[in-house]
């Protein structure tokens, strides 16, 4: 497994952090699954449903509680309990067929209970009080 980090101004769009778009890039390039695209504007659940499966995906939701409250305001109800993190995590691991990058604050991706093996991680501090985002590569294991 390979691991970084690097330092990157923060950005609350993820994917317009150099170092982030670069691994983006390099790893699954640009046409992956996205549930949750900046600014939201569908319910992920059932955007995971609705999609067909693709080779590869990325995987950034809100990463607290207190975030998906404010992301989906006005876009209707949300549950804040960590089964609504597992279920969109098991959605999303039967629709990647080969990849996924996981964006948070923790290394949990959407890990080998579901099919996934760790194969790189980059982290990415933004200094003074800010939170590192962690970006977690992952592939899914042959059957």
Not at 21 to 46: M, Q
Not at 57 to 74: A, I
Not at 98 to 125: D, H, P, Q, Y
Request: aromatic content about 12%.
């Amino acid at each position: 497994m390979q691991c970084e980090r690097v330092w990157a101004m923060p950005n609350k769009r993820t994917f317009q952090i150099k170092p982030i778009a670069e691994l983006i890039k390099k790893e699954i390039g640009d046409d992956y699954i996205d549930p949750f695209p900046f600014n939201y504007s569908k319910d992920a659940t059932d955007y995971l449903k609705e999609c067909e499966p693709q080779r590869f995906g990325v995987f950034d939701p809100p990463y607290s509680p207190r975030q998906l409250k404010e992301c989906y305001k006005g876009l209707g109800e949300y549950d804040t309990k960590a089964s609504t993190w597992s279920k969109w995590k098991d959605l999303m691991a039967n629709k990647v067929t080969e990849k996924c990058i996981s964006f948070g604050w923790n290394t949990g991706g959407l890990g080998e209970s579901r099919g996934f093996k760790i194969t790189r991680i980059l982290l990415v501090a933004h200094g003074g009080m800010h939170n590192d985002t962690i970006c977690t590569v992952e592939t899914k294991n042959a059957l």
